[in-house]
């Protein structure tokens, strides 16, 4: 298992544009979350799911986010409509519950920049 | 609203002195604390972590203290190497099984000068 990839590792888009980012979590773990960083501040909640339920989604979710994680394995978030607040490096990590926060293992992230 | 800060945006120490990084929290509802280091161009890894219970633990160079009734943790890392230059978060749960997610503070960017 090579952990948590994400995929891209960058995009550029033009404001008003859809976008959508890939995480593939280590295999045996059952929880993925997303988190967002932006300059200088440290990573933010957005969501999370066990297996392929959503759990948890934070009021920074607005509603041009959306997140899938079909069959329990891979994730993808989409952002509708982006706007250049919307830059900023997309976090995903994985974990096994209930070890839960001990395991959590991040990606490398994808840096979106809005233009 | 800040739930766990870390004040110190930066921080330069020599190789082989102490590293002290601090952190403050102020929900009395955490009681599991991390802390990780993420390098440029890659995502945050695990350093070390406590429970509420303890108020020290211990991992090789890398010593984290909790002190709870200040609401205050810190790292040190002794003795502090060139490899160790990079930016540490703070994270804090109330919820150690991750029902809850982690909660993280800005960074400290820490220098190690050779």
């Known amino acids: 298992d090579t952990g948590v990839s994400q995929d891209p590792r960058h995009k550029i888009t033009k404001r008003g544009q859809n976008v959508t980012f890939r995480c593939d979590p280590i295999?045996?773990?059952?929880?993925l979350y997303w988190y967002r960083q932006t300059l200088g501040q440290g990573p933010e909640f957005l969501t999370y799911?066990?297996?392929?339920?959503?759990?948890?989604k934070s009021r920074l979710l607005s509603d041009r986010f959306s997140a899938e994680r079909p069959k329990g394995s891979f994730s993808t978030l989409e952002i509708q409509r982006t706007e250049q607040g919307d830059s900023a490096m997309y976090l995903c990590a994985s974990s096994l519950a209930p070890r839960g926060n001990y395991g959590y293992t991040f990606g490398s992230g994808t840096r979106l920049t809005v233009v | 609203d800040q739930q766990v800060k870390q004040n110190s945006p930066s921080l330069s120490v020599q190789e082989g002195r102490i590293s002290i990084l601090n952190c403050d929290y102020t929900?009395?509802?955490?009681?599991?604390f991390l802390w990780y280091k993420k390098y440029p161009a890659e995502g945050p890894t695990f350093l070390i972590s406590i429970s509420s219970i303890k108020d020290k633990n211990e991992d090789g160079r890398f010593t984290v203290f909790l002190n709870k009734s200040a609401k205050h943790l810190s790292l040190h890392i002794v003795p502090s190497q060139p490899g160790d230059s990079a930016v540490y978060f703070c994270?804090?749960?109330?919820?150690?099984?991750?029902?809850?997610?982690?909660?993280f503070g800005k960074g400290t960017r820490l220098s190690v000068i050779a």
């Open positions: 799911f066990q297996n392929e339920a959503q759990l948890e």
């Open positions: 929900n009395s509802m955490f009681d599991y």
């Open positions: 295999s045996e773990h059952n929880r």
């Open positions: 994270a804090a749960s109330a919820d150690p099984s991750g029902n809850t997610p982690l909660v």
